[in-house]
């Protein structure tokens, strides 16, 4: 404990990310990878007639998870090379299998190879393809959200000012059409992912076709075997020594759009927050302040917010990197990727499993958007008296040259004393009006003014929504309990 306090560790691993996210971008996931990945090429030599032995790779499969951790930073302390330094660390505890490990292959095939598993594996962690499954999950826990809501009436804003009314379900699923947006972009770019595969150093395969003597069918067949072996369809047919870094572009670019999506769903709840109109989740025990203790700050989307920025700035790296590379190749990427691959999935496992936290716990305060309602509808229903009053015989331009006098009056009222607004007593107090007295509690009342907002909720829930998560039912009952 006193040795981890005493060094920095990344807040996204040591406080905030998932276990499952934390492991896929570990040293120990790393490594034995790369042993993974020899005993494969190891495996396919061998069965296309390459002096591989059974025995050999018996001794790498019986190896695969022991490393030595240790060994392994002397030994690129000294070579200042960490692949060779890892494949001496394997070869001391492998000794028959040692003038075998890493034949034909160049540092880029553990390297890069690793990448495309880690990034793939990242994805399945978002994704609804394993039991965490966080973005799904998110995205049914908004969708019940809505559905509840679906017909509460409650003050749009444009430009953040009171605008014409929409339902809070419908303004959920203005949120959730971006995240079904987000999912869809991330399922494409997971399966659009390919392997390196074996391609040596310079993508030409030129090592692997002097070890077979010539025999291209062989080449060809050892990269298809390798890629299977590794849990890939398909490699790329060319690369250089690296898979094109335009992969890590889109791969990140989609986190990214997702962290733009979260802010945006954060941003709003804090706005409304303010209002006191919604709130996220509050502890019973949780303190807001600690100089103000009646204070219910919107902690989890201010985290969300913060660490969508940096979601967002990462994409920055691979763009940088992928314009950067010389020809075949150059070594200024290495560095900055094993930052800006693990930090953006890192960071966006961790604002979906808090949003996902929010979502499950939202807070409605029905009477405090009724309130607001009051407030603002009398302007907003000044057309539909207009039209009620022309419709019992009234002239139109008389009774909007009225409406505009007590709007003005009200607004003075409102503004300039700090009243309430009064516009409906003026309205109700004025003889010109007396022909629609009767009914002005029908043309006030809020659900006649959100349109097709409740219709518009119901369609999209069940035709975008419900068949997207269909499939994975099975795995929407797991809760975030979030570490505060």
């Not at 770019?189 to 291209?216: E, I, M, P, W, Y």
């Not at 670019?253 to 989740?281: F, Q, V, W, Y």
């Not at 070594?331 to 990727?337: I, V």
Request: hydrophobic share 40%; glycine share 4%.
């Amino acid at each position: 404990m006193a040795g981890s306090a005493s060094s920095y560790r990344s807040p996204l691993v040591s406080r905030y990310a998932s276990k499952e996210m934390a492991y896929n971008f570990s040293d120990r996931k790393k490594f034995t990878t790369w042993r993974k990945l020899w005993i494969y090429l190891a495996k396919a030599e061998k069965a296309l007639g390459l002096p591989v032995t059974e025995a050999q790779v018996a001794e790498m499969e019986s190896h695969a998870e022991d490393i030595d951790f240790a060994m392994a930073a002397e030994e690129e302390r000294k070579l200042r090379h960490d692949v060779m330094a890892h494949v001496h660390t394997f070869a001391h505890c492998c000794p028959l299998a040692a003038s075998i490990i890493h034949l034909g292959a160049t540092s880029c095939y553990v390297g890069d190879n690793t990448d495309l598993i880690m990034l793939r594996d990242g994805f399945d962690i978002l994704l609804p393809k394993v039991i965490t499954s966080v973005l799904a999950r998110v995205i049914d826990r908004l969708a019940n959200f809505a559905e509840k809501y679906a017909d509460l009436p409650t003050l749009g804003f444009t430009h953040y000012q009171p605008a014409q009314l929409t339902t809070v379900g419908k303004r959920a699923c203005l949120w959730l059409q971006d995240l079904v947006m987000d999912m869809r972009n991330l399922q494409r770019a997971r399966d659009d992912l390919r392997f390196r595969g074996v391609k040596g150093t310079t993508g030409t395969q030129a090592s692997f076709l002097q070890l077979f003597q010539g025999d291209h069918e062989k080449v060809e067949e050892l990269d298809r075997m390798v890629t299977e072996m590794a849990g890939f369809k398909k490699a790329y047919l060319v690369t250089g020594q690296t898979y094109s870094r335009k992969v890590d572009i889109d791969s990140l670019s989609h986190l990214a759009s997702m962290g733009a999506t979260i802010h945006k769903i954060c941003t709003d709840i804090r706005l409304l927050a303010n209002l006191k109109e919604i709130e996220e989740p509050f502890e019973k025990e949780q303190i807001g302040s600690s100089a103000m203790p009646y204070k219910r700050n919107p902690m989890r989307c201010e985290r969300c917010c913060s660490l969508a920025r940096h979601l967002i700035a990462l994409l920055a790296d691979p763009l940088q990197t992928a314009s950067v590379q010389w020809l075949e190749r150059t070594l200024d990427d290495s560095a900055n990727r094993r930052i800006s691959l693990p930090e953006s999935f890192l960071t966006a496992d961790i604002i979906l499993s808090t949003l996902q936290n929010v979502a499950e716990g939202l807070v409605v305060y029905p009477k405090v958007i009724e309130r607001h309602i009051r407030q603002e509808l009398p302007f907003m229903a000044t057309e539909n008296i207009i039209m009620s009053m022309v419709k019992t015989g009234g002239n139109r331009q008389d009774c909007h040259e009225k409406i505009r006098v007590l709007s003005q009056q009200a607004a003075a009222v409102v503004k300039q004393e700090g009243g309430d607004n009064d516009l409906l007593s003026r309205v109700q107090a004025d003889s010109y009006f007396a022909p629609i007295l009767g009914h002005l509690d029908n043309i006030l009342d809020p659900k006649t003014f959100v349109g097709r907002a409740p219709q518009q909720v119901a369609r999209f829930l069940s035709e975008e929504v419900r068949p997207l998560l269909e499939p994975y039912k099975a795995k929407m009952d797991v809760k975030i309990e979030l570490e505060l």
